[in-house]
């Protein structure tokens, strides 16, 4: 039973689109991100996400949008994709107790090609 | 404006040998510190990690070291094995926000 899921592993779409990518989580986790790895293989932080904050990474573009229905599920939302947006993206989680902080677990990964 | 610096893009050891792997960072804020690894279209795991209050941490064949005043951490994997070949990612943390550096290859040949 996979720990961290994302859907879809693959997609593929035309530039101007708008897609989504989902990431659930089954570890009782409290705080979940969004990764970037680009063609340069930088492992990149794209939003941390708990119940109570949004951080946002300043470098990310605002057609990117987080949206959290419950504590096990972050979506990425992209509106109006770019060919820089080929990445592939990596949703994680983790348990963030008072200064106990806990690995992060990572999903497989959804590699988004922007033709 | 990198916070978290492999140099190293990759590194190539020999079975039975030791591998090193070097991380520098620039955040101040970083209180704890994690190495990843990631084998080809999967995800990255964990493998060890060091508080900013340690420096140094052990798990088997692999062993942690942390300079604070140099900003700089390594991992030391012994003896290195033909599985270990993957990409290590450092990562420092902030409270909230895990950063990594731009990862290394390590291949261990037979």
């Known amino acids: 039973d996979t720990a961290v899921s994302q859907t879809p592993k693959y997609l593929v779409t035309q530039m101007g689109n708008d897609k989504s990518i989902k990431c659930e989580q089954n570890l009782g986790h409290d705080t979940m991100y969004w990764y970037k790895q680009d063609s340069k293989k930088f492992l990149k932080i794209m939003f941390s996400y708990n119940n109570k904050e949004l951080i946002i990474n300043e470098t990310v573009p605002n057609r990117f949008s987080p949206k959290s229905p419950d504590k096990a599920h972050l979506n990425l939302h992209i509106n109006s994709l770019e060919l820089g947006d080929s990445a592939v993206y990596f949703c994680?989680?983790?348990?963030?107790?008072?200064?106990?902080?806990?690995?992060?677990?990572f999903g497989e990964g959804s590699r988004l090609t922007v033709l | 404006d990198q916070q978290v610096k492999q140099n190293s893009p990759s590194l190539s050891v020999q079975e039975g040998r030791i591998s090193i792997l070097n991380c520098d960072y620039t955040n101040s804020m970083f209180d704890y510190f994690l190495w990843y690894k990631k084998y080809p279209a999967e995800g990255p795991t964990f493998l060890i990690s060091?508080?900013?209050?340690?420096d140094k941490n052990e798990d088997g064949r692999f062993t942690v070291f942390l300079n604070k005043s140099a900003k700089h951490l390594s991992l030391h994997i012994v003896p290195s094995q033909p599985g270990d070949s993957a990409v290590y990612f450092c990562g420092g943390d902030a409270g909230n926000m895990l950063t990594f550096g731009g990862g290394t290859r390590l291949m261990v040949k037979p």
């Open positions: 060091i508080s900013s209050i340690k």
């Open positions: 994680a989680s983790r348990r963030i107790s008072g200064s106990e902080r806990e690995e992060l677990f």
